[in-house]
């Protein structure tokens, strides 16, 4: 069993940049793929990005393609996102999960183990 806390999020202007983190425990960091996925107000939860066990494979949907960057430091068992250009639709709680299959496109249904989330507000 896996625990992840998610941190980070707050409040940011339009074209501001917020890095969230993600903290895992319970399980070797390293042995799986990880993810970000984000729940918008009065919406279905939907993918955000991915990275695989090493690191070595990301995979982003195309709403952030271009301003957010997934990263892991598997020393620290953390996984992060670099959000850049945030945007009001970016507005969201975020929240990080274990990817349980590795797919050419992702949903929230690859990922399990989410964390509690990071609510984040962008203002426009």
């Known amino acids: 069993q896996v625990h992840l806390v998610e941190s980070g999020g707050g409040l940011v202007q339009a074209g501001g940049s917020l890095r969230l983190s993600c903290a895992a425990s319970?399980?070797?960091?390293?042995?799986?793929?990880m993810g970000w996925l984000r729940q918008r107000p009065g919406n279905e939860p939907e993918f955000v990005a991915a990275?695989?066990?090493?690191?070595?494979?990301?995979k982003y949907a195309d709403s952030v393609k271009g301003r957010f960057t997934i990263s892991r430091d598997n020393a620290k068992n953390t996984l992060y996102l670099q959000m850049n250009t945030l945007k009001s639709e970016d507005t969201a709680v975020y929240y990080c999960?274990?990817?349980?299959?590795?797919?050419?496109?992702?949903?929230?249904?690859?990922?399990?183990?989410w964390g509690q989330g990071t609510q984040v507000t962008v203002s426009s």
């Open positions: 990275i695989d066990w090493s690191g070595g494979s990301t």
């Open positions: 319970g399980r070797t960091f390293s042995d799986y793929g």
């Open positions: 999960g274990v990817a349980v299959r590795w797919v050419d496109t992702p949903t929230q249904a690859d990922f399990a183990s």
